[in-house]
DNA sequence: CTCAATCTATACCGTTTTGGTGCAGTTTTA
DNA sequence: TAAAACTGCACCAAAACGGTATAGATTGAG
């Protein structure tokens, strides 16, 4: 019941560009955000794809946001990574779930459905930003979840 | 980021003997709740172990509720197959976050930890018994969480 | 008393996921 | 033109997951 330590390390790289302002190569990044130099550029990798930081090839170059802080929830950063959050494997589409109970569908299926966006939604109301800038201050963002 | 099957599976189970209200032996259960032979008895062993489930030894044994079902929550059932809820590692005790951030600890630590426990306390919340009585109503579920 | 039904205990096993590494290329620019 | 970067794959070990097997202990019905 937890985020992969991939995720983890995503968010933790984004926050790493997001505080550097500008370009940075893969290995400052990977010392910086205390995450494995390979494994960092892999998650790079998956970042660039999906449209939340930008690279730039060559010497001099290096990886950026392609967006601003505010723009980027830890959600889309969360789900860029692992799966679409959903606590219950009942919820996937491919999953045909074997036990339907009197209430109407399976209760439990409801139950998780009800949690895990609830769960989404939280996540994808924290920013980038948030985590970042100093002048948020934690309590403010723990308020809103 | 989601419950195991197992913990999916022991809710199943709970429900099942639930429903039954008496004893019932682990093949019954398996056929009721739709889950592996072998693996409901190596659930119902679990069950047991933690106190959820009784069972009953020889001929005309099984297995039923040791604690009535208003008693048992989601939470103990799922805390009894998995690991305690936990959405990020970080939030172990053994493991030693390596990046502390700026602000006091980690913030994403912080996160993770609040939606850790009100996960935790929502599941905790809803009991079997609301899961199985026909009196209570999904919508009512869904309202509390 | 005995034997079948049932639970108990432990070990095992194949597959998938996770977390991570290696290397051969390509692009850029100093 | 060569070094500094990113890119694209392929590979790998360990752990987790989902499930199975088997031998033994206990109880109760007949």
New interface residues.
């Given amino acids: 019941?937890?985020?992969?330590?991939e995720a983890?390390y995503a968010?933790?790289i984004v926050?790493t560009l997001a505080k550097g302002g500008g370009t940075m190569d893969s290995r400052t990044v990977s010392v910086k955000?205390?995450v494995p130099e390979r494994f960092t550029v892999k998650i790079l990798r998956k970042l660039v794809l999906g449209g939340i930081v930008a690279s730039k090839k060559g010497s001099a170059g290096g990886y950026m946001l392609a967006v601003s802080p505010d723009e980027i929830t830890?959600l889309s950063v969360?789900e860029l990574i692992?799966?679409p959050?959903?606590?219950?494997?009942?919820l996937d589409g491919e999953y045909e779930c074997?036990?339907n109970?009197?209430?109407?569908c399976c209760?439990?299926h409801?139950?998780?459905a009800?949690?895990s966006s609830?769960?989404a939604e939280?996540?994808g109301s924290?920013t980038i930003a948030d985590?970042t800038d100093?002048s948020v201050s934690?309590e403010s963002?723990?308020e809103k979840?």
Same sequence: chains 1, 2.
Avoid: H, P, W, Y
Wanted: glycine letters at 2%; hydrophobic letters at 50%; one cysteine or more.
């Fill in positions: 019941m937890r985020l992969t330590q983890d968010l933790r926050s955000a205390c830890m969360v692992d799966e959050i959903s606590i219950s494997r009942c074997t036990k109970n009197d209430k109407s209760v439990f409801m139950i998780f009800k949690l609830g769960l939280k996540l924290i985590a100093d934690i963002i723990l979840i």
